[in-house]
């Protein structure tokens, strides 16, 4: 393993100070992996206390637990003294933690046998559990009793799913089944941890995977139970050869590994159980399910603390994902684009495309999301107006043409002037614009 320059620094330094010192965990399995390793996590045998000594600059980030953020260069490095954990509580956090001198005992208390490595240029490559096999057979396994680490740290069941899902490894069975058994444990966990694990799945190589593993294991019902309740949902229609849950996923998959993008796909339907009827030939409809969940997928994201910007993206897409437009007309495209936004309108047509795709055959509209995209290129690539903002007058201009005062009839005034442009861009001059004022009339 190539040890790069700085964390080799830091564990020579350690060494010539008479203490040992190894790269550990994630680091050493990306790159038995041939992957390049997102950051490099150092372990050893000197207290906190001995690594500020030793090192001219660091930040004592997580001295509680052994932790000291080592500056080389500006770049962190996180050095943890071997440790064991003392009593878990709530089956997130352990109380306290035991410094130990054998690296052996701190590898001990690692969720996976793939993340109980251990390596550096003196002593090779430390594996006390078989992590190097279960690399090489692509298994996900606990090291040692697997409901012993989950009670410890309920996480470790989404980590699980999560790797499986990231490296398309297959969770050892004894590992799996204690996921079911332990599932429930998952409702101690914040959001926020919930979510960064639900976010890395998404953007996996194989999501529909992590999904289906979530609800195997029982974990959905607790994490997405709006998702959950879309298992086994037959539409009951021609037009869809999956259930909504599994159609969900294949729309997942399909999409570009955009977060936002992955999400409207998993919530796209997200309303369609609670909007489903059957009518009187048998045949299933979910009218107004895109609007439904719009409010549906902001409770889900709001709940799980996402961001404003995400909310906004994902909502926007599941509300006009059902707007495939047949034979369109450039002036519904540009009141599409006004909906959805310039930055957004590539990315509802990639979710249309893959919604389509995933339904059954023949694909009969996927004409129409090619035609639509290539006529909205053209109306972005050309200067016509879509927003109020591209109207060649403002609403000052308006104010003092009118010798009105600022509020809410300007805002009209700049709607109405805008819809007539969407129809007729070459209205779109301050002469024509300012003309057209005297045709406003205020409802």
Same mark, same amino acid.
């Given at each position: ?27 050493v ?8 390793p ?23 980030t997580?001295?509680k637990h052994?932790?000291?953020?080592v ?6 490095y996180?050095v943890?003294?071997? /440790? ?19 690296i052996?005992?701190?590898l001990? /208390? ?16 430390l ?10 057979n ?19 069941m989404l ?10 490894f297959?969770?050892e ?18 959001v926020?941890?919930i ?6 799945c998404?953007?996996?190589?194989n999501p ?6 979530l609800?195997h294991?029982g ?7 709006e998702?959950?309740?879309c298992?086994?949902f ?18 997942v998959?399909?999409v ?11 919530f796209h ?22 609007k439904e ?15 404003n ?26 009141r ?12 509802l047509?990639e ?33 016509v ?9 403002n ?5 003092q043409a ?25 209205l779109?001059? /301050? ?8 045709t406003?009339?205020?409802?």
């Amino acid at each position: 393993m190539k040890i790069p320059s700085q964390a080799s620094y830091i564990i020579n330094t350690l060494y010539n100070n008479g203490f040992e010192a190894f790269l550990v965990g994630g680091c050493v399995r990306d790159s038995l992996l041939q992957k390049s390793p997102q950051d490099y996590d150092i372990t050893t045998n000197a207290l906190p206390e001995d690594v500020c000594r030793i090192f001219d600059k660091t930040i004592p980030t997580g001295i509680k637990h052994g932790t000291i953020t080592v500056m080389v260069e500006n770049n962190a490095y996180e050095v943890t003294t071997y /440790r064991i954990d003392g009593e878990y509580l709530n089956n997130r956090s352990p109380e306290e933690v035991i410094f130990v001198s054998n690296i052996k005992e701190d590898l001990a /208390r690692r969720d996976f046998t793939i993340n109980a490595l251990a390596y550096n240029d003196t002593d090779g490559l430390l594996d006390f559990f078989n992590g190097i096999d279960d690399l090489n057979n692509g298994i996900i396994r606990c090291v040692g009793d697997p409901n012993k680490r989950f009670n410890e740290d309920a996480l470790r069941m989404l980590r699980a799913i999560r790797f499986s899902s990231q490296l398309g490894f297959s969770i050892e069975e004894s590992t799996l089944r204690a996921i079911s058994q332990n599932s429930s444990l998952i409702q101690n966990i914040s959001v926020e941890r919930i979510a960064d694990e639900l976010n890395k799945c998404l953007l996996s190589n194989n999501p529909s995977n992590a999904f289906i593993l979530l609800e195997h294991t029982g974990l959905l019902k607790y994490i997405l139970p709006e998702l959950q309740a879309c298992v086994g949902f037959d539409q009951h229609t021609p037009y869809h050869n999956k259930d909504v849950f599994m159609h969900s996923l294949s729309v997942v998959d399909k999409v570009s590994p955009k977060l936002y993008l992955r999400l409207a796909a998993l919530f796209h339907d997200i309303a369609k159980p609670p909007c489903f009827f059957i009518d009187e030939k048998s045949v299933g409809h979910f009218y107004g399910h895109d609007k439904e969940g719009e409010i549906i997928s902001k409770e889900i994201l709001k709940r799980l603390h996402y961001d404003n910007d995400t909310i906004n993206k994902v909502t926007i897409l599941i509300r006009e994902h059902m707007n495939v437009l047949f034979k369109p007309k450039d002036a519904s495209l540009k009141r599409l684009i006004g909906r959805v936004s310039k930055e957004l309108v590539f990315d509802l047509l990639e979710l249309q495309k893959s919604d389509i795709l995933s339904c059954a055959p023949p694909f009969l509209a996927l004409d129409s999301v090619e035609l639509m995209k290539v006529k909205i290129t053209a109306i972005l690539e050309s200067s016509v107006p879509i927003h109020s903002r591209d109207l060649k007058i403002n609403g000052n201009d308006i104010i003092q043409a009118l010798n009105i005062k600022p509020g809410k009839q300007v805002g009209e005034i700049l709607e109405y002037l805008l819809n007539l442009t969407l129809d007729n861009p070459e209205l779109n001059t /301050r002469e024509n614009l300012l003309c057209l004022l005297e045709t406003f009339k205020p409802q």
